[in-house]
C-alpha cells in the first residue's frame, strides 16, 4: 500500500492554472497507477486524470481534456495534475488515489488522500 498526499490548490479566477502535486508516504509510486479524482458539495465523486503504473498511458476526463495534464516524474515519487483555463465548475475537493488497477473507476484504487481545495472564481 502506499498512502497519497496532496499539496497544491487554491483559490483562482476563471481562466488561471493551479497545479496540485500527490506524493507517496513511506515508498514510491512505482508499480501502482495513480488518480485524480474530485468532489464538489452535492455532488457524486467523479474521475479526472490516472497514469498508469509505468506511465505510459493516461485517462483524462471529457470535462477536463485539453485542459488538465497528468504527469510523473522519473523517479516516481510525485504525480503532477496540471490545470489550466480553469473553470467555476471545477471548483471541488480534489482527490488522489493509487491501486493496482489502472481504469477510471473510484473502487478501483484502495488508497486515498486527505484532498486539496480547489476553488476557481467567476
Known amino acids: 500500500q502506499v498512502q497519497p498526499v496532496e499539496s497544491g490548490g487554491g483559490l483562482v479566477q476563471a481562466g488561471g492554472s493551479l497545479r496540485l502535486s500527490c506524493t507517496p508516504s513511506?515508498?514510491?509510486?512505482?508499480?501502482?497507477?495513480v488518480a485524480w479524482f474530485r468532489q464538489a458539495p452535492g455532488r457524486e465523486r467523479e474521475f479526472v486524470a490516472a497514469?498508469?503504473?509505468?506511465?505510459?498511458?493516461?485517462y483524462i476526463a471529457d470535462s477536463v481534456k485539453g485542459r488538465f495534464t497528468i504527469s510523473q516524474d522519473m523517479e516516481w515519487d510525485m504525480v503532477t495534475l496540471k490545470m489550466d483555463s480553469l473553470r467555476p465548475e471545477d471548483t471541488a475537493i480534489y482527490y488522489c488515489?493509487?491501486?493496482?488497477?489502472?481504469?477510471?473507476?473510484?473502487?478501483?484504487?484502495?488508497?486515498w488522500g486527505q484532498g486539496a481545495q480547489v476553488t476557481v472564481s467567476s
Open positions: 513511506g515508498r514510491s509510486f512505482r508499480g501502482y497507477a
Open positions: 488515489a493509487t491501486g493496482h488497477t489502472f481504469s477510471q473507476i473510484a473502487t478501483d484504487y484502495d488508497d
Open positions: 497514469i498508469s503504473w509505468n506511465g505510459f498511458s493516461t
